[in-house]
C-alpha cells in the first residue's frame, strides 16, 4: 500500500510565499514522475508542474515563473515552493505519482488559500 502525506497548505496574503511538501511512503520500489495539481471551487483539476526522477521539469504558464517544484528521491518527497501568491491561485493541491511499474497515486490534497 502506498500513501502520500502532503503539508504545508494554509492562508496566505497576495504576493506571500508557501511551501508544499509531498512524501510518499509505503510499497515503492522507484518514483519515475512526480507533479503537482490543483482544483479550485468549481472548477476542472489542473496541472500545475511535474519533475521526473532525473530532475526535468515543466510548468503550466499560469505559474511559470513564481512556483518551482523539487524533489528528494532519498526521501520519496516532492515538493513546491510557491512565490508571488495570488488569489486566483486559491485552490485545493495534490500530489501525484507514477512508479516505476506504471501505478498512479494521489495525495489526499492540501488547501491554500490567497486573500487579496
Known amino acids: 500500500q502506498v500513501q502520500l502525506v502532503e503539508s504545508g497548505g494554509g492562508l496566505v496574503q497576495a504576493g506571500g510565499s508557501l511551501r508544499l511538501s509531498c512524501a510518499a511512503s509505503g510499497n515503492i520500489f522507484s518514483i519515475n514522475a512526480m507533479a503537482w495539481y490543483r482544483q479550485a471551487p468549481g472548477k476542472q483539476r489542473e496541472w500545475v508542474a511535474n519533475?521526473?526522477?532525473?530532475?526535468?521539469?515543466a510548468y503550466a504558464d499560469s505559474v511559470k515563473g513564481r512556483f518551482t517544484i523539487s524533489r528528494d528521491n532519498a526521501k520519496n518527497t516532492v515538493f513546491l515552493q510557491m512565490n508571488s501568491l495570488k488569489p486566483e491561485d486559491t485552490a485545493v493541491y495534490y500530489c501525484?505519482?507514477?512508479?516505476?511499474?506504471?501505478?498512479?497515486?494521489w495525495g489526499q490534497g492540501t488547501q491554500v488559500t490567497v486573500s487579496s
Open positions: 501525484h505519482i507514477i512508479t516505476a511499474a506504471s501505478y498512479n497515486y
Open positions: 519533475i521526473s526522477r532525473g530532475g526535468t521539469t
